[in-house]
């Protein structure tokens, strides 16, 4: 490989480049645009169009796109060439300010939940100069915001960048009152960890079920899944450190920092994990390393699979949502600093956390769900679906020690401004970490481990700036009003930690004696399903909260809420439809063709000579017709249920009848379908199996 300084970025229009290619004063007007959020010029556009349409074409490129990411939970693209005609018959090569900063896609083939109708077409994307344009193949493609012609929000982008404004104006508050007059912003950093599998492009063809889902529908367990423990951290296979090798160079080009690479708990499972960035940056990052994944993956005759839950047995495969918030000095607002004025702004950002996370379990519930996801959470190292905050043993003393007004008996103490004795920084990693805990203080940040590998990591940061937004104006009016800061201060910390310690838990959330005493004693939320929390997005104080700080409209949130229900119910159809076709013209004739030959092989034993045993065949034949039966009769009763809930007109309603009707019968037909596989000759079965997929890549 080449040296990775001299060729990491290369395809990105990055501040190195905006450097060599802009006049100093268009490049300082540019920043402040970048920076402050300044008001971008039109003389300014067409320089930086010129520029960046110079250096494109330089590095091979020919067209142009607007790159946004629309409700689809995947990116989108329209391509235009730089062409113009020339008077001499030939081209120009050209691209303006208007072109950079505005575009027209089609807004009403996009999903909309009700905000746009077939015949209100026109929509709009607009440039999102704080993410960096790049290459990609011969494209340039420009990051931008998507909305309708109305106006409303159709992408994910504008309600992160909407709520990380949000953040940043409330944090600033608090901040101003701590007297740091210094800071000109907060901004949210994050840093999410990819997980995936690999199986081989040959035998993902052969499975309808992977090629319409994207997960397994059918297989039975193999006599060796992830007991032993011996895939974790261990050596990579030579076919896979190609793969990554050539994943992480194509990441690099596009200035994706690509950081951490290795085998996941099971087989077939890997993980990649980047450096943090901000919030909105790594989203695009994100988004553009899972494409990638994929394309190098069948460069290399390999397919990623980013599903939620591609096998049933073994672990899914999450992405893990590492969220700070940090000041334009550098300074990290959740880590502990030196000195106990430091340690009491922490406290207090702290405890807007700890806040938001109970104030709007519900909020962070439904901003990972999908129908994939309902099958990860709770299971094989997956966080439960109760949301909960583990701290560690450590920081929680020092909590109680708070809340009682009791010395805290932890190493060296310092006075506090906040009255009490606790330690003046808290030092990290002083815990173990808790890998069933949704949302896990790891030193200094948040690990929100609930997003499933093929969730955009907007809706969740979305849902955790706007919560702690809220928390934190909160405090700010209040401490803007009171008489004395540190009194104030003091009695607001205990307080939150009072009302809120039932959302902290420091123990094993698979237990099933913690769901119970999470729910029954402590009132937490436990919503198992897509179905059962998505609703909830439209409770009258989520609405408020999010409304209030302009994050979302009442209409824009009424259509996320439509979109993901439909997008669960048109997820879980085809399923079950592929389920019903997989079973009645692969798995039932397979089943069929091998008990012909028990038949004709007993038949034939007895013709040959009546006295030889033929148990063996007549046992099996007769508990494979009866699999045959059960099988012929499950997917016809998966047919009836899946006729039945498309009859509904009502999402909400068509949605509880699948999780209630259409999930049971799957569940049934896959019972049958698995035993047949585990009695049916192997070279009758028309497909892959667990054993094959999962240990194929050698």
Known sequence: MKNVSEFFGCNVFDDRVMKANLSAKVYESLRKTIDEGAKLDITVANAVAAAMKDWAVKHGATHYTHWFQPLTGVTAEKHDSFISPSPDGGVIMEFSGKELIKGEPDASSFPSGGLRATFEARGYTAWDPTSYAFIKGKTLCIPTAFCSYGGEALDKKTPLLRSMEALNKQAMRILHLFGNDDVKCVRTSVGPEQEYFLITKEMYEQRKDLRFTGRTLFGAKPPKGQEMDDHYFGVIKPRVAAYMEELNEELWKLGI?????HNEVAPAQHELAPIYTTTNIATDHNQLTMEIMQKVAEKNGLVCLLHEKPFAGVNGSGKHNNWSLATDKGVNLLSPGETPYENAQFLLFLCAVIKAVDDYQDLLRLSVATAGNDHRLGANEAPPAVVSIFLGDELNAVLEAI?????????????????VDVLPKFNRDTTDRNRTSPFAFTGNKFEFRMLGSSNSIACANIMLNSAVAESLKIYADRLEQAENFEDKLHEMIRKTIKDHRHIIFNGN?????????????????????????????????????LTSHKVFSEAELKSRCEIMLDNYCKTVLIEANTMINMAKTEIAPAVSAYVLELANTAAAKKKVDSSLPCSYETSLLKKLARLEEQIALRAEELKEAVIKVQDISEIETQAYGIRDAVLVKMSELRVVCDEAETTTAKKYWPFPTYGDLLFGVR
């Open 403 to 419: 809340e009682t007004d009791t010395p805290y008996a932890g190493a060296k103490k310092a006075q506090m401004k906040l009255g």
């Open 257 to 261: 920092l690509a950081k951490t690479e």
């Open 509 to 545: 959330g698979y237990d099933d004696a913690w769901i119970t005493e999470a729910t029954e004693k402590r009132g937490l939320l436990n919503y198992r399903t897509t179905p059962d929390c998505m609703p909830h997005l439209l409770d009258e104080k989520n609405v408020q909260m």
